[in-house]
């Protein structure tokens, strides 16, 4: 039977922390953690023992992933912040160092599919768009992680240890020929991150990025209304559903955690088989 997107976002409580995946100790800030998969991650971290910084531009929904990690035994606060804004993330940052220390692992989640038109997407063609259509896509999906890594490196750096994990597309890995900018902009996302990665990983800093197929969030929800839509994306994966929110917190947390700590470059593939990696 074919799932209907957006039906139960919110998935089950997260499995309880084990010694591999502890995180005991460490701060954790996930960009966009507002709901989805970013919601997922900061739930996932903090039921490891992280204490948690729940980034979003919107600040009630910061707050109220906040309160429910805080509601159940653990720490979080809520930081409301546009990561598009470089200014605005250094002072972030700021606040968390003189809160709760410095941020050991980010989680540059925040990003967004580009422009809605009509109320559907995709946009119009590629040749019939300029800078004014291309910004939204470029600033949170590459500005905000250069800005947000940017901002946390320096205490990273200075500690000896870090973890940079960058959520990405499928788009930017395999292309979508409606999506070009936004595939742009995620694709140079993981091409800054390999090459941070031979920079930093001297200083006990790993850098990764999570790539992701068709995740039941929201925003897909809202694109995935009409069944048949839903029927053909689903032909193009091997597991045949959409992922949840919970498919990519898994792996984020495996590698914010020390059983981590000698992979670094490298691009995994959350796609329920929707494109292939040697």
Not at 56 to 82: F, K
Not at 230 to 258: E, H, N
């Amino acid at each position: 039977m074919t799932p209907t997107p957006g039906a139960d976002v919110q998935t089950a409580s997260p499995p309880a922390s084990t010694g591999l995946l502890d995180l005991t100790g460490r701060t954790v800030l996930v960009t966009g953690a507002g709901q989805g998969v970013g919601r997922e991650v900061a739930l996932y971290c903090a039921a490891h023992g992280a204490t948690v910084v729940v980034n979003d531009y919107h600040a009630d929904r910061a707050a109220s992933v906040a309160a429910e990690i805080t509601d159940g035994g653990g720490a979080a606060l809520p930081e409301t912040c546009d990561v598009t804004v470089f200014d605005d993330v250094l002072a972030m940052v700021a606040r968390v160092e003189d809160a709760v220390g410095g941020v050991d692992v980010l989680v540059n989640n925040a990003g967004n599919a580009g422009p809605v038109v009509d109320g559907t997407v995709p946009a119009p063609p590629f040749w019939e768009t300029g800078p004014q259509e291309w910004d939204p896509w470029l600033g949170t999906n590459f500005f905000g992680v250069l800005h947000a890594t940017r901002a946390a490196l320096p205490g990273m750096v200075a500690r000896g240890w870090g973890r940079v994990i960058t959520t990405i597309s499928d788009a930017g890995r395999v292309g979508e020929p409606n999506l070009a900018v936004y595939g742009g902009a995620k694709a140079g996302a993981a091409g800054f991150s390999r090459g941070l990665a031979k920079a930093v990983g001297r200083h006990g800093i790993t850098v990764n990025c999570v790539s992701l197929g068709s995740i039941d969030t929201p925003g897909v929800a809202a694109l995935n209304a009409d069944p048949e839509v839903v029927r053909k994306s689903l032909g193009r994966y091997v597991i045949r559903r959409i992922g949840r929110p919970d498919d990519v917190a898994g792996m984020v947390l495996f590698l914010a955690s020390g059983s981590a700590s000698w992979i670094t470059g490298q691009t995994y593939p959350v796609n329920g088989g929707y494109s292939f990696a040697v």
